[in-house]
């Protein structure tokens, strides 16, 4: 999650269109809710953390 963060904190430096601003809600969504749940559910929380860095990976090369 801190790679993810990382890219979020390059992602709010730049300027993003409405779909860009709607993808990095969804990337905070997917880290909250593996943040809730690696308490309880290890794997379904990786899961959720997976699918918020590849969101925030592929969001920051189309916004370069």
């Known amino acids: 999650l801190s790679q993810t963060q990382s890219n979020l904190d390059l ?5 993003l269109t409405s779909e860009q601003q709607s993808s990095v809600r969804a990337i905070q969504e997917f880290m909250s809710q593996a943040n809730a749940t690696r308490k ?10 997976d699918k918020a860095q590849v969101l925030a990976r592929d969001l920051v090369r ?3």
């Open 11 to 15: 992602l709010a430096k730049r300027s």
């Open 40 to 49: 309880v559910d290890l794997i379904s929380a990786k899961a959720l953390a």
């Open 62 to 64: 189309r916004v370069k």
